[in-house]
Structure formats: structure tokens, C-alpha cells
């Protein structure tokens, strides 16, 4: 257990190294485009007007064929009550995934935090295989009192299990658009032709 636990944060160190997060620079904070396509695990990432940089998934994006709409995996550790996900690569901030489980179902959790600058915490919860999902906003006051707003969603597609790769072990597959736009408020759109997934994050709009 212990073991699990550091590995998944000595993994979340070293993103943090690699992969840019959102700074401030001049009182402005940096715009971050992300390019994905279908099928494949690397992502392009620019900040700003700089070179793009290549960042590479853990599991590749997927179609999900009845309602056409892309998917990112997390993965699941059973028995472990932890969680890791594709998502935590490239969503910029303080990132965190865990599952609670139980002999029914698994609750998911996306945790994406502000508090150092906003005092908000914003939760995608999933409980698999129910497939019921929500968001919880949380508001942290000075005295450590939170105020919690819960809004229930509607997902395109129901999360489900998959070999998403041969020899690797199974993923759950959560809707990508959701999670980016309604967790990180970053602007989601997709090119048909391409197949390709483009994320902007501008936080003056």
C-alpha cells in the first residue's frame, strides 16, 4: 500500500517537472493549447506563442462508437482504494485522482484545486459501474468552513472498462470533454477530418 502511494506521488513529481503548469508572468497568466488525436498518446502543448512541446499519454485516446465521443482513461488499482489518470499529464494546477471502493461499486474522484489562488475545489465524481456522475464545487473560507455545490451531469457516453492496450491492464474510459471543460473550464473542440482534440486553457476569458 505504502509503495503504491509513493509511486504515484514520485509520478506526479515528476510531471510537474516536465509538464508546464499555469504561472503567472508580468500580473498575466500563459494561455496552453493542447492537441490530441485519436489513436495516439502524444500531445502537443504550447504556452503562449512558444515552440509547441510533445508530452506523451499513458493510454491513447479513444472513440467511443455510439455516441462518437472521445474518451480519456484512467486506471484502476483494485483493492488499493488509488487511482491514476491520462489526465493528470496535461491538466495544468494542483491534480489528483483516488477511488474509494466497496463490493458494489467504485467512486471515482477528480480532484482539480485552485485554493492557493481562489480558495475553490472542484470534484468530478463517478461511481463505476453505475455509471451516475456529478460535480462538486467547494468554497473555502479563511476559517476553514466549506460551502459545497452539487450539480449532477449528464455523460455522453457510460464510463466502462476496456483493454485498451494488449498486455496492459484494464482502464475505465470517462468522457474527455466533460472533464476538461467542466472541471479545468478549459474550451474543448474536435476537428472531424483530423481527428484531432484541441483544448485551449486562456484564463482571461
Known sequence: MKKSIVRILLVALLLSLIIPLVTKAGGLQSEYIYI??????????????????????????????ESSSSGIAIESFEGLGKGNASIATIVPG?????????PRQTLYTLHHSSLYKTEILTEFKLLYPDGKAWIETSKIDKSNDSEVEIEDLTLPFKP?????????????????????????????SWNPV????????????
Open 194 to 205: 483530423t481527428q484531432e482534440i484541441i483544448i485551449t486553457y486562456n484564463p482571461s476569458e
Open 160 to 188: 466502462y472498462s476496456v483493454d485498451i492496450e494488449a498486455g496492459s491492464d484494464s482502464v475505465i474510459i470517462i468522457p474527455l470533454r466533460i472533464v476538461f471543460e467542466r472541471i479545468a473550464q478549459h474550451q474543448v
Open 94 to 102: 494542483d491534480y489528483l485522482i483516488y477511488a474509494e471502493t466497496s
Open 36 to 65: 490530441m488525436q485519436v489513436g495516439s498518446k502524444e500531445v502537443s502543448i504550447q504556452k503562449d506563442q512558444e515552440e509547441p512541446k510533445i508530452a506523451f499519454l499513458p493510454y491513447p485516446i479513444v472513440i467511443d462508437t
